[in-house]
């Protein structure tokens, strides 16, 4: 079973500035099967990236993913207000979820 | 508008049953697989079952499997999850989610979830 972990587990910063999200894999995800979702409080998960870089519909483009193999990345360019969330990557060959990394304003 | 509606939560005593519902609406249910997906107070996302689109395919978690029955109703557009044996540490919101739409590929993102319904495992 491959195991995902994320880091760091809480990042705190402010509205405007670049947010970098990592997510490692215990072993190689077959074919880029790696999502990112993002859930704020009280609320479902929302797609935000599948196959490691691909953006989900209407997903603005501030949201960008890259990596391969067993080291992934969220990146957020400029965080509006409304990006302060927990984000958690999952790789859906067996579907495990990562633990969450949480963003918030610092 | 695409949309899953959970339903069936509350709170049952260790040993107990429920049965969730998750009603479908605004695209082709029976087209796409389906997953269950849970989320303990304060904790993350865990997966839990799916089912393909004609129901004749389920996988479970270990943590669940031979308690927790996944099944559809492709008519009704409705998806369920019969939980028997319940335990403390099955408390938590549970979510429906939509998976692939091809019927001989379950490697897909979620991409629609619904609201979630709790379920709470306490005497």
């Known amino acids: 079973e491959i195991v995902l972990t994320q880091s760091p587990g809480t990042l705190s910063l402010s509205p405007g500035e670049r947010a970098t999200l990592s997510c490692r894999a215990s072993q190689s995800v077959s074919s880029n099967y790696l999502a990112w979702y993002q859930q704020k409080p009280g609320q479902a998960p929302r797609l935000l990236i599948y196959?490691?870089?691909s953006r989900a519909t209407d997903i603005p483009d501030r949201f960008s993913g890259s990596g391969s193999g067993t080291d992934f990345t969220l990146t957020i360019s400029r965080l509006e207000p409304e990006d302060f969330a927990v984000y958690y990557c999952?790789?859906?060959?067996?579907?495990?979820f990562g633990p969450g990394t949480k963003v918030d304003i610092k | 508008e695409v949309q899953l509606v959970e339903s069936g939560g509350g709170l049952v005593q260790p040993g107990g049953s429920l049965r969730l519902s998750c009603a479908a609406s605004?695209?082709?249910?029976?087209?796409?697989?389906m997953h269950w997906v849970r989320q303990a107070p304060g904790k993350g996302l865990v997966w839990v079952s799916r089912i393909n689109s004609d129901g004749s395919s389920t996988s479970y978690a270990d943590s669940v499997k031979g308690r927790f029955t996944i099944s559809r109703d492709n008519a009704k557009n409705t998806l369920y999850l019969q939980m028997n044996s319940l335990r403390a540490e099955d408390t938590a919101v549970y979510y429906c989610?939509?998976?692939?739409?091809?019927?001989?590929?379950?490697?897909?993102?979620?991409?629609?979830w619904g609201q979630g319904t709790m379920v709470t495992v306490s005497s």
């Open positions: 196959g490691a870089s």
């Open positions: 989610a939509r998976g692939s739409p091809y019927s001989g590929y379950d490697y897909y993102a979620f991409d629609i």
């Open positions: 605004g695209f082709t249910f029976s087209s796409y697989w």
């Open positions: 999952q790789q859906y060959g067996s579907f495990t």
